[in-house]
Nanobody
């Protein structure tokens, strides 16, 4: 079983930056494709960014492309989401997600979810 714990959320003003971290348990973390999703009040959970097992391939939602960067450090069992030029529309609970069955980059949710971390962007 894999457990995911997000951190790094907070309250920032528009245009500022945050870096989210997702710490994972398990010795097989380095084989998992990972992703970030977010959910705003009254809206469905949506895909944000994904990364393959090695970090060599990434994919982003159009809404965050050019502003967000997903990365991973397999030695630390951690995936990151660097969020620059934040907008009020980015306000949401951000969830880390892991696939245990695939290694390639994917936009579909996988086997495991973290508890979420709140990101609030004020205008």
């Amino acid at each position: 079983q894999v457990q995911l714990v997000e951190s790094g959320g907070g309250l920032v003003q528009a245009g500022e930056s945050l870096r989210l971290s997702c710490a994972a348990s398990g010795r097989t973390f380095s084989t998992y494709a990972m992703g970030w999703f977010r959910q705003a009040p009254g809206k469905e959970r949506e895909f944000v960014a994904a990364i393959n097992w090695s970090g060599g391939s990434t994919y982003y939602a159009d809404s965050v492309k050019g502003r967000f960067t997903i990365s991973r450090d397999n030695a630390k069992n951690t995936v990151y989401l660097q969020m620059n030029s934040l907008k009020p529309a980015d306000t949401a609970v951000y969830y880390c997600n892991a696939h245990s069955t695939i290694r390639a980059v994917t936009t579909t949710p996988g086997d495991y979810w973290g508890q979420g971390t709140q990101v609030t962007v004020s205008s």
